[in-house]
C-alpha cells in the first residue's frame, strides 16, 4: 500500500530544523488569522475601513470557504503527507483555538454547538491532509482527489438552480480560481479535474449540505 501511493507522489526529506520551524510558525499563522477573523466579526461593518467592508471580510473568514482553500494549500506544498497532516493540524488548532478563546474571554459568549464542529474538524483535518497531499501526484487518485477540491470549493463559490448559476462572493470566487491554479500541473489533467470536480458539484449541488461558519 505505502509503496503504491510512493508512486502517486514521493515525500521530499526536509532537515530536522526546517521541521521544527515550520510547525510552529502555521500554529503562529493560525492564531493570527484566528483572532483576526473574530476581531472583523465583532466589529460592524460600518466602523471597518470603505474597502474591508466592501469586501465583506467578516463574512468571508466567517464562512468554510477561507479554511478548506488554506488548509489545502498547507497540505499540498508539504514535503510528505505526515508533514502535511501534522502542518495543517497546528494550523487549525492555533486558528480554532485563538477564534474561541477570544469568544470566551474577550466577547463573553460560550458558542458550544459551533465550537464543537469545529473542534471535530481539527481532529479529523489530519486525515483529510494526508489524503490531500496526493492531489498534486501523478494517476487516477490525484484526479480525483483534485476534483473533490474542487468540488467543495465550487460548492463556497457558486449557488446553482433550476435556472440559474450565480457567484456568491467575489472573495470565494477568487479562491475557486486560485485553487485551480494551485492543482494544475498539466492542461489535459486540469480539464480532467475542472470537469469531474464542476460534475460532481452539480450532482450534489441539490442536496444542502450546511458548512459550518465559525
Request: hydrophobic share 60%.
Given at each position: 500500500?505505502?509503496?503504491?501511493?510512493?508512486?502517486?507522489?514521493?515525500?521530499?526529506?526536509?532537515?530536522?530544523?526546517?521541521?521544527?520551524?515550520?510547525?510552529?510558525?502555521?500554529?503562529?499563522?493560525?492564531?493570527?488569522?484566528?483572532?483576526?477573523?473574530?476581531?472583523?466579526?465583532?466589529?460592524?461593518?460600518?466602523?471597518?475601513?470603505?474597502?474591508?467592508?466592501?469586501?465583506?471580510?467578516?463574512?468571508?473568514?466567517?464562512?468554510?470557504?477561507?479554511?478548506?482553500?488554506?488548509?489545502?494549500?498547507?497540505?499540498?506544498?508539504?514535503?510528505?503527507?505526515?508533514?502535511?497532516?501534522?502542518?495543517?493540524f497546528v494550523f487549525?488548532?492555533?486558528?480554532?483555538?485563538?477564534?474561541?478563546?477570544?469568544?470566551?474571554?474577550?466577547?463573553?459568549?460560550?458558542?458550544?454547538?459551533?465550537?464543537?464542529?469545529?473542534?471535530?474538524?481539527?481532529?479529523?483535518?489530519?486525515?483529510?491532509?494526508?489524503i490531500c497531499w496526493?492531489?498534486?501526484?501523478?494517476?487516477?487518485?490525484?484526479?480525483?482527489?483534485?476534483?473533490?477540491?474542487?468540488?467543495?470549493?465550487?460548492?463556497?463559490?457558486?449557488?446553482?438552480?433550476?435556472?440559474?448559476?450565480?457567484?456568491?462572493?467575489?472573495?470565494?470566487?477568487?479562491l475557486w480560481i486560485?485553487?485551480?491554479?494551485?492543482?494544475?500541473?498539466?492542461?489535459?489533467?486540469?480539464?480532467?479535474?475542472?470537469?469531474?470536480?464542476?460534475?460532481?458539484?452539480?450532482?450534489?449541488?441539490?442536496?444542502?449540505?450546511?458548512?459550518?461558519?465559525?
Amino acid at each position: 500500500m505505502n509503496g503504491w501511493l510512493h508512486d502517486i507522489r514521493r515525500p521530499v526529506d526536509i532537515s530536522v530544523s526546517q521541521k521544527v520551524v515550520s510547525s510552529p510558525l502555521l500554529f503562529i499563522a493560525g492564531v493570527i488569522l484566528g483572532v483576526l477573523s473574530k476581531v472583523l466579526d465583532e466589529t460592524a461593518s460600518n466602523l471597518l475601513p470603505y474597502f474591508l467592508e466592501v469586501l465583506d471580510l467578516r463574512n468571508f473568514f466567517s464562512r468554510m470557504g477561507v479554511w478548506i482553500f488554506l488548509a489545502m494549500l498547507i497540505a499540498v506544498y508539504s514535503k510528505s503527507p505526515v508533514r502535511a497532516a501534522i502542518n495543517v493540524f497546528v494550523f487549525f488548532v492555533g486558528m480554532v483555538g485563538s477564534y474561541y478563546l477570544y469568544t470566551v474571554m474577550v466577547a463573553g459568549f460560550f458558542p458550544r454547538s459551533y465550537m464543537m464542529i469545529w473542534i471535530m474538524m481539527t481532529v479529523i483535518s489530519p486525515f483529510m491532509a494526508f489524503i490531500c497531499w496526493y492531489a498534486r501526484g501523478k494517476g487516477l487518485p490525484a484526479i480525483l482527489i483534485s476534483s473533490l477540491l474542487v468540488m467543495f470549493m465550487s460548492r463556497q463559490a457558486f449557488a446553482f438552480g433550476f435556472w440559474y448559476l450565480d457567484i456568491r462572493n467575489i472573495l470565494e470566487f477568487l479562491l475557486w480560481i486560485a485553487t485551480i491554479i494551485v492543482l494544475y500541473q498539466t492542461p489535459k489533467q486540469l480539464i480532467k479535474v475542472v470537469a469531474i470536480g464542476m460534475f460532481l458539484y452539480f450532482l450534489t449541488a441539490p442536496f444542502h449540505i450546511g458548512w459550518g461558519m465559525l
